[in-house]
């Protein structure tokens, strides 16, 4: 378990620049729309020119998704030189890939039943990866790879050769073991990929024809898996490929946004996977009203101090997607209150989708606005308008829930209790507001918290959490220590120590590692 959180936090660097990228392709899309600027979006004007040119940049990044996995991925798996590390998987990742394109050239539909000849997209299971011509095993393969590749730096980085070998030593020596195995990774992957792309389609189909029930499935496994750290693995294939659509829904939608804001086609018509796309509504919707619900359920005393823990929860929630800093309010206090809020918000995603509303809405509000609601207005305002309809619906929903199972079942949800915990500590100030600590004097006191630096066996993270394995957990503290410095919760399992920070984290996770 703890090597898979690892693994899933170290998917997250290249996750982290997708938003921007996304938020500057609507704005691009919007401004190029005469649908929306008139005669200025004319493909003739300087204007469009210009926003056409930030469009392709900011495409880039989904254009290069496979490299980037390839490349970060050992930042996050490596325990030295982890520069080097992706620099050595860089190496390995494009080395894989030529050796696919001379296989394929060479013995294509002969011995692996590939016609290489065909053009790159489509149905032929073909791609390019860093101008090579090889097989789409889209983010699939980049983190295969770049997990061998950080397992080869991890076994063979520091390795001592003889003095006639020392110039084959350190990175070299990464890239040639690396070299060598890929010569039968290639060789399985033309062997076997080729069915496995068969059986994803297959995969498709199936995903496609469950319909409603394959939306809540989905949307429901995704929030549920959440505490675990694990659903970086359910979203990932889905969102950037392969398994609803080859390229996954957020590059498939980002791609084709100018042609589906131009259609009059209904967009379940033109993007019948967005339904598994759904999923982030629960945080622009849902988080307000669980945040007003612990409000009006606190006892009057403590709701000014409950307000400002709520408010700095709920911002990251509605306007980027990130649930966690809420969700940990309460997931250990009540377990069958998270379970309801993940029912909840596969009941949004599956209500969104049979009344039509389909789009890349896995992030927050500001993706709601910049590549759903304005660019699609023009031609498709029932689904827009019926998407803020029932998502207030759903809002009062979600508030009349809370605030009867907090209620009916006296959940010690925040404020409810006689008085907040730590509230005469010295660093409740701290605790109150994410303002009110530097990340050094967080770190410092997440590391005391957690047994002091001789405690700790490693540490990464991912995008909200600072992840931790200690030599002995009897040693870290109860988590009212974490919340002294600002931390919204702490997941233990043995060794294994989340503490629970936010965007943030990588700045407290940098200072953490000085102190080590």
């Known amino acids: 378990m703890e090597k898979l959180q690892r693994f899933g936090g170290a998917m997250m660097p290249p996750v982290m620049l997708m938003p921007f990228a996304g938020i500057m392709i609507g704005l691009a899309t ?11 979006a004319s493909d003739t004007t300087l204007w469009y020119k ?10 880039a990044i989904f254009n290069q998704l496979p490299l980037l996995f390839a490349i970060s991925l050992p930042l996050g ?19 894989f890939n030529y050796f696919i394109q001379s296989l394929l050239t060479s013995f294509g539909v002969d011995v692996f039943g590939v016609d290489f000849t065909q053009e790159v997209g489509g149905t032929s299971g073909l791609t390019m990866v860093a101008n090579i011509k090889t097989l789409d095993t889209s983010v699939i393969g980049a983190i295969a790879i770049g997990a ?3 397992w080869i730096h991890n076994h063979f980085y520091e390795k001592q050769l003889p003095d006639f070998l020392k110039a084959f030593q350190s990175s070299a020596l990464v890239v040639i073991i690396g070299f060598v195995l890929m010569i039968p990774a290639a060789l399985l992957t033309c062997l076997i990929w080729p069915k496995v792309q068969l059986g994803i389609l297959s995969l498709q189909d199936f995903l496609a024809s469950a319909g409603s029930l394959g939306v809540f499935l989905y949307t429901f496994l995704e929030r549920i898996t959440i505490p675990t750290g694990l659903h970086h693995f359910l979203w990932v294939p889905f969102d950037l490929g392969p398994a609803a659509i080859a390229d996954g829904n957020w590059t498939h939608w980002l791609a084709h946004i100018n042609e589906y804001a131009a259609s009059t086609e209904p967009l379940k018509t033109l993007f019948p996977t967005g339904g598994f796309a759904l999923y982030g509504n629960c945080a622009v919707w849902g988080a307000p009203a669980i945040a007003f619900a612990f409000y009006k359920t606190a006892r009057p005393e403590n709701r000014k101090k409950v307000a400002a823990m709520l408010i700095s929860a709920v911002i990251p929630a509605v306007l980027c997607g990130i649930t966690e800093p809420l969700e940990f309010m309460f997931l250990f206090i009540s377990p069958a209150l998270f379970a309801v809020s993940a029912l909840l918000a596969a009941a949004l995603s599956t209500t969104l989708y049979i009344f039509g509303v389909v789009g890349y809405q896995g992030a927050g509000l500001i993706d709601y606005i910049t590549i759903n609601w304005v660019p699609m207005f023009p031609n498709h305002p029932t689904e827009v308008i019926t998407h803020i309809v029932i998502g207030l619906i759903f809002m009062v929903i979600y508030f009349v829930v809370f605030y009867a199972f907090i209620k009916h079942f006296n959940v010690p949800t925040p404020g409810r209790e006689v008085e907040l915990p730590g509230a005469d500590a010295p660093s409740a100030s701290i605790a109150a507001s994410s303002a009110g600590s530097n990340y050094a004097e967080q770190a410092a006191g997440f590391l005391e918290a957690l047994g002091g630096a001789a405690n700790i066996e490693s540490v990464t993270n991912c995008m909200t959490r600072l992840r931790v394995k200690v030599h002995d957990e009897a040693k870290v503290e109860g988590d009212d220590a974490f919340r002294a410095f600002n931390a919204r919760g702490v997941v233990r399992n043995g060794q294994a120590i989340q503490v629970i920070i936010g965007f943030d984290v990588e700045n407290v996770k940098q200072e953490f590692e000085k102190l080590l």
Do not use: H
């Open 50 to 59: 210009i926003w056409s040119m930030l469009y392709d940049g900011g495409y």
């Open 148 to 150: 061998i590749s950080a």
């Open 30 to 40: 919007i401004f190029m729309s005469q649908d929306i600027m008139g005669p200025l």
């Open 77 to 95: 798996l490596t325990n030295k030189a982890s520069g080097k590390a992706a620099m050595e998987s860089f190496v390995i990742f494009i080395t």
